[in-house]
């Protein structure tokens, strides 16, 4: 069954520290994988998109990492802001454009 | 701003209530999704159209109905809801049609969160 799974479910962490999301994921055949970033009350947005041969990624403060071998991926953000107060999707593309899975998100909560 | 704008962004509606929520992309895309969010749980996928075909129906209930009367606009027509459907409905839009190749990037509206009393 094609499945992504996020860990943690949630995060607080304090703003200027680091921290790590985790996204494993059982899709086959794997296509790419994508984080979002979705801000309290507004749709998802596309942070970066990871295919097979890649294995690190980066967008700013965001870095994403890709192991196709354990079907794993992380995000790492960099001297947190405030404003990376979100939640954060892992998405897993099989064949064809509709044959996207979600992961549930970690909600991760910036404090000062 | 991501090019999709969906209406309204708030909608409470009795069981009774017929409603409909509105989708409009501005980036030329083809193929327009309805997306449906609980707390805690996965972006569930609700309908697909590619080229103003219907091309995806995941066993979603009757009481939700879409339509799609050209590329640009999308619907999702509400009827006899029933509570355990409020959540937020989430319009994204892509490239690519049936024959297109999929990157994956989906751009999404802002969400319409609907309560049903």
């Known amino acids: 069954k094609n499945q992504v799974e996020q860990s943690p479910q949630s995060l607080i962490i304090l703003e200027g520290k680091n921290c790590t999301l985790q996204c494993n994921y059982t899709v086959s055949p794997f296509s790419n994988l994508r984080w979002y970033k979705q801000d309290t009350g507004r749709g998802p947005v596309s942070l970066t998109i990871?295919?097979?041969?890649?294995n690190t990624k980066s967008n700013g403060r965001y870095t994403a990492t890709l192991d196709a071998d354990t079907k794993q991926s992380s995000l790492h953000i960099t001297a947190s802001q405030l404003s990376d107060s979100a939640s954060y999707i892992c998405v897993v593309s099989a064949s064809g454009y509709n044959k996207l899975i979600f992961g549930a998100g970690t909600r991760l909560a910036v404090h000062p | 701003e991501t090019g999709v704008t969906q209406t309204p962004r708030h909608l409470v509606m009795g069981m009774t209530n017929k409603k409909s929520l509105k989708c409009e992309q501005h980036?030329?895309?083809?193929?327009m999704y309805w997306y449906k969010q609980s707390a805690k749980k996965p972006l569930e996928l609700m309908f697909v159209?590619?080229?103003?075909?219907?091309?995806e129906n995941n066993s979603v209930p009757s009481r939700f109905s879409p339509e799609c009367p050209n590329s640009s606009h999308l619907f999702l027509h509400l009827h006899t809801l029933q509570p355990e459907d409020s959540a937020l409905y989430l319009c994204?839009?892509?490239?690519?049609?049936?024959?297109?190749?999929?990157?994956?990037?989906?751009?999404f509206g802002e969400g319409s969160r609907l309560t049903v009393l």
């Open positions: 980036l030329g895309h083809n193929a």
């Open positions: 159209y590619s080229l103003e075909e219907r091309v």
């Open positions: 994204a839009s892509s490239r690519g049609g049936t024959s297109g190749v999929n990157t994956g990037e989906l751009f």
């Open positions: 990871m295919t097979f041969s890649e």
